[in-house]
T-cell receptor, first 112, second 113 residues
Framework: QQPVQSPQAVILREGEDAVINCSSSKALYSVHWYRQKHGEAPVFLMILLKGGEQKGHDKISASFNEKKQQSSLYLTASQLSYSGTYFCGTSPRGGGADGLTFGKGTHLIIQP | EAGVAQSPRYKIIEKRQSVAFWCNPISGHATLYWYQQILGQGPKLLIQFQNNGVVDDSQLPKDRFSAERLKGVDSTLKIQPAKLEDSAVYLC???????????FGPGTRLTVL
């Protein structure tokens, strides 16, 4: 079951904040966040595990609400380099190295 | 450290022709994945290998797609015969350990005419 991401697209000014949500109808064990720039491969941002804590590095952080089967990615004080498409990938099993089911993505455009 | 290598980067074929893609994962990565990414969508898992064994191929269209990973290192994905709807970017990824990031290669962009 493909996770649902919202919003589909966001346009921000440099320095503004953004929140991207990822929801699943199935119980999740892990949620992975990736960013993909046009014509490039997806790049890993972070992974959140069931029972784990909120994660973050630099000005990008994420949370995982197991009861709601939902994860949110927070980008604060956005920079031009944050532009791209953000995908959440989910794994319902605790296999650790499972292949992921990705959402359709959220397009983020940061304007100067 | 070298990343995931894929070739070719681009391929244009006509429908009903055959095509093969090659992937060399990061050295030491036991788990290898092939994803299909259609324009405007997220990657879709086609097959997952652990060493040279198949872990998950539930979404692989086995009537036309095949994949192998000989010796547990590089892998080949084949489409025979290709259909128009196979036009996509085929991404190879690998991972070293459990609950770790998947490293993606640059992908092969396939256009079927």
């Amino acid at each position: 079951q493909q996770p649902v991401q919202s919003p589909q697209a966001v346009i921000l000014r440099e320095g503004e904040d953004a929140v991207i949500n990822c929801s699943s109808s199935k119980a999740l064990y892990s949620v992975h966040w990736y960013r993909q720039k046009h014509g490039e491969a997806p790049v890993f941002l972070m992974i959140l595990l069931k029972g784990g804590e909120q994660k973050g590095h630099d000005k990008i952080s994420a949370s995982f609400n197991e009861k709601k089967q939902q994860s949110s990615l927070y980008l604060t004080a956005s920079q031009l380099s944050y532009s791209g498409t953000y995908f959440c990938g989910t794994s319902p099993r605790g296999g650790g190295a499972d292949g992921l089911t990705f959402g359709k993505g959220t397009h983020l455009i940061i304007q100067p | 450290e070298a990343g995931v290598a894929q070739s070719p980067r681009y391929k244009i074929i006509e429908k009903r022709q055959s095509v093969a893609f090659w992937c060399n994962p990061i050295s030491g990565h036991a788990t290898l994945y092939w994803y299909q990414q259609i324009l405007g969508q997220g990657p879709k898992l086609l097959i997952q290998f652990q060493n040279n064994g198949v872990v998950d191929d539930s979404q692989l269209p086995k009537d036309r797609f095949s994949a192998e990973r000989l010796k547990g290192v590089d892998s080949t994905l084949k489409i025979q015969p290709a259909k128009l709807e196979d036009s996509a970017v085929y991404l190879c990824a690998s991972t070293l350990t459990t609950y770790n990031e998947q490293f993606f290669g640059p992908g092969t962009r396939l256009t079927v005419l």
